[in-house]
């Protein structure tokens, strides 16, 4: 585990949870909205590529011993959903059928919490890295 990556994927995840809210309320389909949600999108690879690298020798609750904990599942999760919420925004533009603006929403609003809010918490669980810094 290389301490540097903990670093950039930490920036990238805090950083995305405000930008996050901003989208949510700001006015949906402007130039800006497109925009920061490229932007939003982009911070959410970073994050879940630089997951990759992060494993901890020490972690009790691992499926892998030495290598990945259960929170690593979340990293297909976000792939896969920001994959279908971009496919579905474009179906969208092409049909204008509303199930696919709905689609893109739903799962933008599933990657927030799930990806940002609850991977977060569980980051926050003892043993886990960013427990020791901040209740430590």
Known sequence: MSVPIIYIHA???????PLGLYIFFKKK???QHRFVGRVWVSFLLIVSVTALFI???MTDT????KLYSWIHLLIP???GNLIYSIYSIRLFKKTRLKKHK??????????????LIVAGAFTLTPGRIFHEIIFL
């Open 11 to 17: 920036f990238f995840a805090l950083t995305a949870v």
């Open 29 to 31: 389909g402007t130039n």
């Open 55 to 57: 494993t901890s020798p």
């Open 62 to 65: 691992a499926f892998n011993p």
């Open 77 to 79: 999760f976000t792939i």
């Open 102 to 115: 709905y689609a893109h929403m739903g799962s933008m609003i599933g990657v927030y919490f799930g990806a």
